[in-house]
């Protein structure tokens, strides 16, 4: 399938070539052979970090605010700018190392509010609360909570660090950081074509998720009630998820895949043979087990299992090192339009029973409401603010 920023990136690398030759019919026709352009705009009815793919390298800022609703606004202003000229690949202004603003690097920045900024603000998104501890959680405040956010993602991990500089230098005078996370993530197979990630447990992660421009993918994510500055946002959930991979690494293959319910090397589920075969959850084997186990992760998240209640869930790998000790996990992130009537039965029901619960542990929490995206001459949530 081809994705929205492939289509830009060939778009406009066919138009970039056709400007340098002057022949655009030979351009044009050549399109495919030449390298893709991946720059991602920064205007949509939506902001467009929340579209695209899971970036390949990406940093998390939650910020403690520290000013009032007229301050947060300036700053918005502020940021806007900012993503505007970094998502062009032009320094935003005041750039200290402005030589390391690049273009072509997919670059998105994605702007979300915690809670407490509603207490400024009114107009709260129903639902929009910090999620409850959960049984298997094991929080801590150094991964937890938090006022702003921005997410930064790109190809390349110096355009993020740069542009996560910028970000939090022109917030100073407003807010703070609370908490930075870094997580990296490949959609890309060894021939080059998009493929579904992988998180560390080595699993195809993110094949049942809705496919971005439909239906089913809209109806999941996008506010369509609720209060009207929201119309065409989505919530954020934050989990920082620890994963034990030496104790995972002692399963025998078909124990992993059991927990799951799906095949490791394809990402099928245990009932079929490619990746996005529907799962038979009635299945059983010779001695009458269902195939896909009772506690199996694929099946307890299914939307059939969960009163048709769907998430769209984006993955980041992390490590995190100290000294000569190294932890891995996942940062989820999962967008709905509404955080308590989407997200949290179905954690609750994960944290109740999943097989996963024996390797992951759920060390960060945090929730937030992304505002709707910005057109040329507007700025990101003005209508809340403006
Ligand atoms: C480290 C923790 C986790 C790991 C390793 C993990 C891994 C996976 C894998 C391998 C799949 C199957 C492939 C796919 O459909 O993407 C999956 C599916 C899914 N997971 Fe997770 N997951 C984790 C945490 C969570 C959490 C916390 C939630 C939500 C509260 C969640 C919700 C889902 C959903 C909704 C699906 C799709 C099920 C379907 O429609 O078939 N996962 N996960």
Redesign the pocket.
Known sequence: MTTRRQFFGYAGAAAAGAAATGGAVVALHNDLEMPPVRAIEPYGEHQVGINAASPRHAELVAFRLATDKAGLGRLMRLWTNDIVALASGRPAPGDTAPELAIGNVALTVTVGFGPRVFELTGNKPPGLDDLPVMKHDRLDAAWSGGDLLVLVGADDPVSVVHAVRRLVADAKPFATPAWRQTGFWNNTGSDGQPV?GR?L?G???????PAVGTPEFDSTVWSTDGPEWFRGGTTL?V?R?R?NLDTWDELTRSEQERA???NLST?APLTGTAEHDE?DLEARDANGRLVIAENA??RL???TE?DGR??F?K?LNYVHDTGATRES??I?L?HQADVAGQ?LP??AR?DAV?A?NEW?T?IGSAVFALPPGFQPGSWLAQKLLG
Do not use: E
Not at 203 to 209: A, L, S
């Open positions: 579904t998180n447990f699993q195809v992660d993110g094949t049942g998720n959930v989990r998820i994963m799951v319910g799906r990402g799962l992760h694929a998240s299914h939307h969960n769907r998430i869930r993955g996990g996942l989820f999962s997200f179905l954690l994960l999943d996963l992951t759920t």
